[in-house]
């Protein structure tokens, strides 16, 4: 082998090495800057910004899940409100939920937003998969208690098309009726 050729062949050794590891660099930082941004906007603080949901988070304050409970936790609003069945799935979801709320929000008629016909529809816009990442150990709780047992079975045994939130229907907006009054 030539000098000429050994030469060509240890710049392209290092041209694909720097490449890598640029690559490498720049993809961490991309995934780095997507995590960021999708927690960023993810809780009350971002979800709220716009008046049309000063309802929805005063209600949300008020409730076991906003924090009022004796320890304090919260559950961001895409706890609830995202799929957490997937990845793709979570982001294609939060996109086009934030996508469309940016334009109702902006674009859109407010006034004739009627919230409590949209809390009929709950279980359109709160993910079971939600739910249950947080209340992984649902079956096992309820186990001891008769009466919360025998009020899941039928979801346990996966022989109800039933969401959660179509039997808890004040979870995560206390009295939300109440707030959307005012």
């Known amino acids: 082998m030539s000098c000429n050729t050994e030469k060509k062949t240890n710049k392209s050794i290092w041209f694909i090495l720097a490449t890598l590891v640029i690559g490498g660099l720049l993809g961490m930082l991309v995934s780095f800057g997507v995590a960021v941004g999708v927690h960023e906007t993810s809780g009350e603080k971002f979800c709220t910004v716009c008046h049309t949901m ?13 924090g009022n409970n004796s320890k304090g936790i919260k559950a961001d609003c895409v706890a609830c409100h995202l799929p957490h069945d997937g990845l793709a799935k979570y982001l294609f979801a939060k996109a086009q939920t934030g996508l469309h709320d940016f334009r109702v929000q902006n674009f859109g008629d407010l006034d004739s937003i009627d919230w409590e016909a949209k809390r009929k529809h709950a279980k359109n ?36 098309d039933k969401k959660c939130v179509e039997c808890h229907k004040n979870v995560g907006h206390h009295v939300l009726g109440d707030y959307i009054k005012k």
């Open 125 to 160: 816009f709160v993910y079971d998969s939600g739910c249950m990442s947080c209340h992984v150990n649902l079956r096992e709780a309820t186990t001891s208690d008769p009466k919360a047992f025998i009020a899941h079975k039928e979801y346990f045994e996966k022989r109800t």
């Open 54 to 66: 000063q309802p929805m988070a005063d209600a949300y304050r008020a409730d076991v899940h906003g």
